[in-house]
């Protein structure tokens, strides 16, 4: 298996889960751009947002419910957060494996300001 969240899922890469149930598990990542920068993944392998089955939609709710919590309990729930779902290259998505990034921990500035 190529897919470095498939194999983090399957426990053959560590990494410090911050959350996990029957559907997703969340962990920090490697390279945070925020002083908060947590991983939001489905356990099934989903390349991108348009693999999503109709099947597949309540999963990206259940996401954003678990980034809600995260952001509470990672203390950044009251300053503000940004959740982002990239899909395909041009948008950065660098895994092929739906994931939701929680950002947060300082004033986020881009091109929406």
Do not use: W
């Amino acid at each position: 298996m190529d897919c470095i969240f498939c194999q983090i899922v399957a426990g053959e890469v560590p990494s410090q889960i911050l959350y996990q149930d029957e559907e997703l598990i969340a962990f920090p990542d490697i390279k945070p751009l925020t002083p908060t920068h947590v991983l939001i993944i489905p356990k099934k392998h989903i390349p991108s947002l348009l693999h999503l089955s109709e099947a597949d939609l309540p999963v990206i709710g259940h996401m954003v419910n678990i980034a809600n919590q995260l952001a509470k309990s990672e203390g950044i729930s009251q300053s503000g957060y940004r959740l982002v779902l990239n899909c395909g290259n041009d948008a950065g998505q660098i895994v092929p494996h739906i994931h939701m990034h929680l950002l947060g921990g300082r004033r986020l500035l881009d091109v929406f300001d």
